[in-house]
C-alpha cells in the first residue's frame, strides 16, 4: 500500500524560507514521479509540479516556474517542496501526491496536507 | 489556473443519480485520460475514476463516468449522504510544456 507522510504545519513571515517534506513508502520511490498540488483556502487543487526521483527530472506547472523547487532523496524515499521567499499568498494546504500510472496520468495517491500559514 | 470548466454545484435526495460535468478542451480532454477525485469536507481529495472510466479498488460501483469529443461526466448513482463533497475532474493539458488541470470543482449536497 501507497502511503505519504508528509511534514507537520509551518507557520512562517514573508519573506523567510521553507522547505517541507513528503515520506513516501509502499512502492519504489525511484521509479514513479511524485509532485505537489495546491489548495488555498477555500479554493480548488492546482498541479504544481512532479519529479522523478530515479533521475531529478522535474516539471513545473507554468505559474508555478520559478516560484518554488521540487526535490527528491532516494537515499530516504523523500520529496520536497521549498520557497526561498515566502509571501502570503503562499498561504494554503499543500498536497503530496504520486503519479503511478505516468506523470500525464492521474493523482492516485495523496498525502494528508501540510498547512502553510505565512503572515507577518 | 482551472482551464476545465464544472458547475459549482449539484444535489439531490438519498437515492436520486446525479451526474456531473465537466468542459475541456482538444488539448486536456479530446487528447488525455481524464480522472475524476472526491475531496470530503477538511480531507485530502482522493481518487474516485481514472482513464475515462476505470475505479480503483475500494470505490463503489455507483460512481461511473464517461467521456465524449471535449466533455466529459461523472454519475453518482443511489445517492448517499456520505457522497457530500467535492468533486474535481482533471487531466493532462498539452498546450505550453504541459501540465495537469483539474477542474473548477462540483458541491454536491445530499439533501
Known amino acids: 500500500e501507497v502511503r505519504l507522510v508528509q511534514s507537520g504545519a509551518e507557520v512562517k513571515k514573508p519573506g523567510e524560507s521553507l522547505r517541507i517534506s513528503c515520506k513516501a513508502s509502499?512502492?519504489?520511490?525511484?521509479?514513479?514521479?511524485i509532485g505537489w498540488v495546491r489548495q488555498m483556502p477555500g479554493r480548488g487543487l492546482e498541479w504544481m509540479g512532479v519529479?522523478?526521483?530515479?533521475?531529478?527530472?522535474?516539471r513545473y506547472s507554468p505559474s508555478f516556474q520559478g516560484q518554488v523547487t521540487i526535490a527528491a532523496a532516494t537515499s530516504i524515499n523523500t520529496a520536497y517542496l521549498q520557497w526561498n521567499r515566502l509571501k502570503a499568498s503562499d498561504s494554503a494546504i499543500y498536497y503530496c501526491?504520486?503519479?503511478?500510472?505516468?506523470?500525464?496520468?492521474?493523482?492516485?495517491?495523496w498525502g494528508r496536507g501540510t498547512l502553510v500559514t505565512v503572515s507577518s | 489556473q482551472s482551464v476545465l470548466t464544472q458547475p459549482p454545484s449539484a444535489s439531490g435526495t438519498p437515492g436520486q443519480r446525479v451526474t456531473l460535468s465537466c468542459s475541456g478542451t482538444?488539448?486536456?480532454?479530446?487528447?488525455?485520460?481524464v480522472s475524476w477525485y472526491q475531496q470530503l469536507p477538511g480531507t485530502a481529495p482522493r481518487l474516485i475514476i481514472y482513464?475515462?472510466?476505470q475505479r480503483p479498488s475500494g470505490v463503489p460501483d455507483r460512481f461511473s463516468a464517461s467521456t465524449s469529443g471535449t466533455s466529459a461526466s461523472l454519475a453518482i448513482s443511489g445517492l448517499r449522504s456520505e457522497d457530500e463533497a467535492d468533486y474535481y475532474c482533471a487531466a493532462w493539458d498539452d498546450s505550453l510544456s504541459g501540465l495537469y488541470v483539474f477542474g473548477t470543482g462540483t458541491k454536491v449536497t445530499v439533501l
Open positions: 482538444n488539448s486536456n480532454i479530446g487528447s488525455n485520460y
Open positions: 509502499g512502492y519504489e520511490f525511484a521509479s514513479h514521479w
Open positions: 501526491v504520486t503519479h503511478m500510472r505516468g506523470r500525464r496520468e492521474d493523482l492516485d495517491s
Open positions: 482513464r475515462n472510466i
Open positions: 519529479i522523478y526521483p530515479g533521475d531529478s527530472d522535474v
